[in-house]
């Protein structure tokens, strides 16, 4: 099957489902679209989204694809190897826990259509818009940390020594945070998962800077 990605190379959506092609092994054309000049706004994106969001993949025979979670489950169900979900049910429910702290607690409020909402309907600056990302980060990094520093489940990575779903999740944070100069340090264990996972060439192929649209 001939995948086609549309997606944005700094939308920190669209570098989980990079990962995730890249664990498959399954080929796909990148198609970048800039969303500062607001691309993703277009007749023809807006036909493959309604929502107007990144990312969207795109299947042989015309079916599109939204949001990266579900996207994921999707591409994990249909090609199993190698699996982003533990076999066991209570595994699986501690993986989607911590991908979720992610991915539905952190990363709707600090996105980038939230931030220019701030700047433009309540004033924000850049110095407002910063401390309100910064703050959202810690609400959730402060907890996961703690629940991988301490929960014997945690292995190399964030569940036993296979990256999974909450490791593509917590990739592609941290490099959203390199945004406004959050470094993982103040997570040590956050930050020796995202070494770990900066060393697997599935992970770095897919970081922003590494994308043929990166600015």
Not at 107 to 115: F, G, S, T, Y
Not at 152 to 162: E, R, S, V
Not at 184 to 210: H, Q, Y
Request: aromatic share 10%; charged share 25%; proline share 7%.
């Amino acid at each position: 099957m001939a995948f086609k990605l549309h997606n944005y190379f700094r939308s920190s959506t669209s570098t989980r489902l990079r990962i995730a092609l890249n664990l498959k092994g399954l080929e796909y054309e990148y198609i970048g679209y800039a969303l500062l000049r607001h691309e993703h706004k277009s007749a023809d994106f807006l036909a493959r989204n309604p929502a107007g969001l990144v990312p969207v993949l795109e299947l042989d025979g015309g079916t599109h694809l939204a949001q990266s979670l579900a996207i994921i489950e999707y591409l994990d169900e249909t090609r199993p190897e190698p699996p982003l979900l533990p076999a066991d049910p209570p595994g699986r429910a501690r993986v989607r826990a911590l991908g979720h702290m992610i991915a539905c607690d952190l990363h709707p409020l600090n996105n980038l259509r939230v931030l220019r909402h701030l700047e433009i309907s309540f004033g924000a600056d850049e110095r407002a818009r910063e401390g309100w990302f910064r703050h959202w980060v810690a609400e959730a990094f402060d907890p996961l940390e703690k629940i991988l520093a301490t929960d014997g489940k945690t292995g190399i990575f964030c569940h036993g020594d296979t990256p999974g779903l909450a490791d593509i999740c917590l990739y592609a944070q941290v490099w959203n945070n390199r945004r406004f100069d959050i470094a993982p340090d103040r997570w040590p264990t956050i930050a020796r998962i995202f070494d770990a996972l900066e060393r697997i060439d599935a992970f770095s192929a897919a970081a922003p800077p590494n994308q043929p649209d990166a600015g």
